[in-house]
């Protein structure tokens, strides 16, 4: 028997530290029909990255796109976004979770003018 599940978070950012609070934590478990998990299965052993020109285009959209919502939320230069997300593995939480832990060792030129 197989089972799977899915986690929801609702969380809010705390002004004060810039740290996150988990307001809501639910997590759902299911059992899984054979079906589902062989293509689960099939997908996870067969999936490799793709060398085509359209998903290469559509990974820099992403990129691009998670540059300017950095940029928005820490109003630092589009090479500061960039090198913050690639420390980040381009995952946007873990970005603004490593500026909040070193915005106070930021230079000034980092940040727009």
């Not at 950012?13 to 740290?19: K, L, Q, R, T």
């Not at 293509?39 to 290469?56: A, D, I, M, R, Y």
């Not at 960039?82 to 230079?107: E, G, R």
Request: glycine share 2%; aromatic share 8%; net charge neutral.
């Amino acid at each position: 028997c197989y089972m799977t599940f899915s986690r929801t978070f609702v969380v809010a950012a705390n002004p004060a530290n810039g740290s996150f609070l988990i307001l809501n934590d639910q997590m759902s478990i299911v059992r899984s029909s054979p079906d589902t998990v062989e293509k689960v299965l099939k997908q996870s052993f067969e999936s490799t990255p793709s060398s085509s020109g359209v998903n290469n285009q559509t990974g820099v959209n992403n990129q691009a796109a998670l540059v300017k919502q950095v940029q928005e939320a820490t109003k630092m230069t589009d090479k500061y976004c960039t090198d913050c997300l690639v420390a980040a593995d381009w995952d946007y939480q873990k970005a603004l979770a490593l500026f909040n832990h070193m915005k106070a060792s930021i230079p000034p030129d980092a940040f727009l003018r």
